[in-house]
Structure formats: structure tokens, C-alpha cells
């Protein structure tokens, strides 16, 4: 596929990064020539300078025949109108990001359409999103649906003294409807067979019917209690997306912002929350508002190593979860080492929802996992396919690939050896990078 990427910033080069590596012939239009040219001598893909939301730039270097274009600068309205632009010199589908809430609402919408954007992309709420569905579900380091909700894939860390440490997976009882998919070891991502074991401290990935994963996951909680109180730190967008979606499901809050005009802002928008003027580094205040006490500190400020040092501060105070935005997703490793529970990148949950749109067709959903070293994605299974009317073990499936769950009209199937693929399955798909180029292929 021929894609145009306007905008070299963070989100702009991850995607052009995955692309990249998928194969796809990649454009980046960068109009400031310092970033251009970090993006022209660390990826394969080829660069222009000047300006994307132009019809004109755009028909001089030959973008017309393109079949995607994605504006991710970041500024809202150029890519708005690049996007217009690209509508009218031919390109058949656009996306941009637009992260002010002036854009959202379903009336926004269709505005929007009408300018010919097909999808708009708002970072801060895709990443607030996340948050909550974790915090929602005590035990996990990542939650995602599939299947129109009935299947989910948890991440969860193993603990020394759980019953799972050391038993093979092949001897592993596990409950009905409950698959392990991957393995999180010392930053390596393992695909596992029946003769691996869990160790302590391992990150571990399950596959099963909500429900199932719901129960199953309680037995990792160090509290089988729900989250009820949380501290947010930092006001910013996601922040205030964030405060806003758990103060409407009934979850305590309290935010804590130096930026006064971002406080009453906030205060604006939530019912029963408390929002608090002050610096989330003072240790006094912390402990004045019972951060200890808290089931959960979520630090969302625009200062990766600030939000590392809030939530060690918050560990080291009592706080029993802590959950981290981080810009640069080389950062995710080390904070994950350091004792920081939950590690999110906005720009890697935003390319993984536009990887989700280069892939359209069989592809109905694409999550990226810990820093871009798995995916999950869910796949329609093509009449085409070889994998047709063959059993899974004897399918000629690469074995960095598992297929965690089959949804076959009402039935969840969680597959084995003997399990038969069949034409329009929707199958669950654990898989290292590698594979991702085979699987259009295989699937």
C-alpha cells in the first residue's frame, strides 16, 4: 500500500517506522528539515519537505496515486485541511489527528466527513480509555477486547508464590476458555509451547472469554477489592479525559495540577471529584492527601522523567498501583525495570488504531504490546485462505504466531491441535513483529 504520512513528530514516526517494516511504501512530508531528517536517516522510507496540506505540493511530487494519507502534525486544523486536500487531488482515504474536544461530538462528525476525513484520531482519549479499562480491572498490567467484547487478552505479572510458577503450560490447569498466548521475560517476548513454565516476575499474556478472564484475573490482585480511589497527576488532556471518565462510573478522584487555569477547567466538567492547585512532587501534599491511601496514581504529566519520579514517590508512600504516560517509548523497559506497574505510550496505542485502518479488510482490530514487541490483532479468516478445513496442528503456522481464541458466529472457541479453521472465523492472533508480513499471506 502507497501511504503518505504528514508530520514527523513522535506519532509520525512510529507509524512510518511499522509501516516501514510491514513493507508498505511510505511517504513522510515534514516541512521542518531537523525532523525530516531524523526520519530519512533512521527509516526506510522516503521524505519531503514542504507543506502536506497542500493539493499542490502534493500533485508535483506524484502523491496523487497514493492510497492512504494519515496527517499527525500538531496542529488540528493543518491536518484537517490536508486531509481536504488530499480528497481533492484523488487519495481515497484520509486520517487525522485531532485532539481538541472543539472537533469532537457526532455532529463534529459529520462535519468532518464532509471535508473528507474519513477518521479522526484523538491520542489523549485513546489513552485515557486504556487507563480506565485497566484501572477497571484491578489485576492487570494491560486489558484488551476483541470479538465485539467476548474475548479479552490480560496481562497480568506473576508472583512468586502463585500456583502457576514452574508447572509446564501442558500440565497447567487452567479454567475453561483460558489461553496463555506470550511471556514477558527480561524484556524478551516469548511465544510459548506446552513445555514452557511461568517464572516469577514474568509479564504473562492471557486470551479468553471476558467473563472467564474477569474471574481468572482476581487470582492474580494482591487485593481482591475493586479500584474505588485514584490520584491523577496532571491536568493535561488526558488527564481531564480521564477525570472525567471515572468520575461518571462512580470511582473517587482526586487531581492534582500547578497549572491553575487547567484546575478550573477540569473542575468544570466533573461532578464529584476534587481538583487540586499544587506540585505533584511535594511530599507533604502527598501524604496530606492520602496518597498511600490510594488504590491507584496515575501520572500523566508531559515530563516523562517526572511522571517516573511521581510514581516512585507514590510506591514508596504506599499506593498500590501506579500507572505512567511515557512519550518516549524507549523509556517503557527501564520503568517497567525501576517498579512502575502500568507503562502506556500514546503514540503507540494511536498507531496501533491507525494500523487498524492500513489493514482493513480481514484485519478488525491491531493492539501494540509493551513498546511494539507483540501485537494482538483480530483477523476474518478468508475463504481463500489455506489454512481452510485443516487442523491447527497441521497447519503450517510459524511458530512466533499463536492463535488465542476463534469467534464463530455466537461460539467462542478456544482452539487446540485438532480444532478445524473455517472460512469467515474471526481469529485472535498473539504475534511477535516477525510474522506480521505473513500473516495477510497465511490468513
Known amino acids: 500500500m502507497r501511504i503518505v504520512i504528514v508530520g514527523a513528530g513522535k506519532v509520525g514516526f512510529s507509524l512510518a517506522q511499522c509501516l516501514s517494516k510491514e513493507g508498505h511504501e511510505v511517504t513522510v512530508i515534514e516541512h521542518e528539515e531537523e525532523r525530516r531528517q531524523i526520519v530519512q536517516n533512521s527509516l526506510d522510507v522516503m521524505t519531503l519537505s514542504g507543506n502536506g496540506a497542500s493539493p499542490q505540493f502534493l500533485a508535483d511530487f506524484g502523491l496523487l496515486k497514493a492510497d492512504l494519507l494519515v496527517a499527525v502534525t500538531d496542529r488540528d486544523e493543518v491536518n484537517m485541511i490536508a486531509c481536504m486536500a488530499a480528497k481533492q487531488v484523488g487519495i481515497p482515504r484520509t486520517i487525522a489527528r485531532v485532539r481538541s474536544q472543539e472537533y469532537a461530538g457526532k455532529k463534529q462528525a459529520e462535519f468532518n466527513r464532509a471535508l473528507g476525513i474519513d477518521l479522526t484520531i484523538n491520542p489523549e ?4 480509555l486504556e487507563i480506565s479499562r485497566i484501572l477497571l480491572t484491578p489485576a492487570a498490567l494491560d486489558v484488551e477486547d476483541f470479538g465485539d467484547g467476548r474475548v479479552r487478552l490480560l496481562e497480568v505479572r506473576i508472583r512468586a508464590d502463585s500456583p502457576y510458577v514452574n508447572v509446564p503450560l501442558k500440565s497447567l490447569k487452567l479454567p475453561d476458555q483460558v489461553l496463555v498466548v506470550g511471556i514477558l521475560r527480561q524484556d524478551r517476548m516469548i511465544i510459548p509451547n506446552g513445555t514452557d513454565c511461568l517464572l516469577p516476575q514474568d509479564s504473562v499474556f492471557f486470551v479468553g472469554a471476558q467473563v472467564a478472564i474477569e474471574d481468572f484475573g482476581e487470582q492474580f490482585a494482591e487485593k481482591k477489592t475493586k479500584i474505588q480511589r485514584v490520584m491523577i497527576i496532571g491536568a493535561g488532556r488526558i488527564g ?13 478522584i482526586k487531581v492534582i495540577e500547578k497549572n491553575r487555569e487547567r484546575c478550573s477547567e477540569l473542575a468544570k466538567i466533573i461532578d464529584k471529584g476534587l481538583v487540586l492547585c499544587g506540585d505533584g512532587t511535594d511530599i507533604d501534599l502527598l501524604i496530606e492527601e492520602g496518597v498511600g491511601e490510594t488504590d491507584a496514581v496515575v501520572c500523566v504529566t508531559a515530563d516523562d522523567k517526572l511522571n517516573l519520579l511521581l510514581a516512585l514517590l507514590a510506591k514508596d508512600l504506599g499506593t498500590q498501583k501506579t500507572i505512567v504516560r511515557v512519550g518516549r517509548s524507549e523509556y517503557m523497559s527501564l520503568m517497567g525495570k525501576v517498579g512502575v506497574d502500568v507503562i502506556l ?3 503507540l496505542l494511536t498507531a496501533g488504531v491507525i494500523l487498524r485502518q492500513v489493514r482493513q479488510g480481514e484485519v478488525v482490530a491491531v ?6 514487541k507483540a501485537e494482538a490483532m483480530e483477523i476474518v479468516i478468508s475463504p481463500k485462505s489455506s489454512l481452510i478445513g485443516r487442523k491447527l496442528k497441521d497447519a503450517r503456522i510459524p511458530s512466533n504466531m499463536l492463535i488465542g481464541a476463534l469467534v464463530r458466529g455466537d461460539e467462542l472457541i478456544i482452539p487446540n491441535g485438532y480444532t478445524i479453521l473455517q472460512a469467515g472465523d ?6 511477535l513483529p516477525s510474522s506480521i508480513k505473513k500473516i495477510s499471506k497465511i490468513f
Open 125 to 128: 482519549m485513546v489513552t485515557a
Open 240 to 252: 481531564r479525559h480521564l477525570a472525567k471518565i471515572l468520575d461518571n462510573v462512580g470511582i473517587s
Open 345 to 347: 505510550s500514546p503514540r
Open 367 to 372: 493492539s501494540l504490546l509493551e513498546g511494539a
Open 426 to 431: 474471526r481469529a485472535v492472533i498473539f504475534t
